[in-house]
Structures are given as structure tokens and as C-alpha cells.
């Protein structure tokens, strides 16, 4: 599921905090930590249960109408 997000819009369903951490060898690696859906793709105050909403975006990205879960 998450693959087909990533490639096309994760962004526009996800809320995402981007962070800068550096590694033991004292490189920096760029990150996005997932919070959650946006409140207007979730069931609930939780942002973690897709509602119908998400399902129908997420059947347009792709490319189909069968229940993915």
C-alpha cells in the first residue's frame, strides 16, 4: 500500500514531521517520520484508520477498485 503512496502523493494524505539525524560516524541523513493520515483521510481522532475517503484515493492512485485491506 505504502509503496504506491510514496511514489505518487504520500504527502498529500500523510502528516509528516521531516528531521536532519546524525549517524555514529557523524554523517547527516535526512528523514520523514510518519505521524499519521490527515484528519480528512482518517476514521477517527487517532489518524491511524483509513477512512472511505482514503480508499477512493488510494484505488485512483492505483489503478484499482478491489479492497486492498
Same mark, same amino acid.
Given at each position: 500500500?505504502?509503496?504506491?503512496?510514496?511514489?505518487?502523493?504520500?504527502?498529500?494524505?500523510?502528516?509528516?514531521?521531516?528531521?536532519?539525524? $546524525? /549517524?555514529?560516524?557523524? /554523517?547527516?541523513?535526512?528523514?520523514?517520520?510518519?505521524?499519521?493520515? $490527515? $484528519?480528512?483521510?482518517?476514521?477517527? =481522532?487517532?489518524?491511524? /484508520?483509513?477512512?472511505?475517503?482514503?480508499? $477512493?484515493?488510494?484505488?485512483?492512485?492505483?489503478? /484499482?477498485? =478491489?479492497?486492498?485491506?
Amino acid at each position: 500500500m505504502l509503496s504506491v503512496i510514496f511514489g505518487v502523493d504520500f504527502y498529500l494524505i500523510l502528516h509528516l514531521t521531516f528531521r536532519v539525524d $546524525k /549517524t555514529r560516524f557523524n /554523517t547527516e541523513v535526512e528523514m520523514f517520520y510518519v505521524i499519521g493520515l $490527515k $484528519k480528512e483521510f482518517s476514521l477517527s =481522532e487517532d489518524q491511524r /484508520t483509513p477512512n472511505a475517503h482514503f480508499w $477512493k484515493y488510494y484505488e485512483a492512485l492505483a489503478g /484499482t477498485t =478491489e479492497n486492498v485491506a
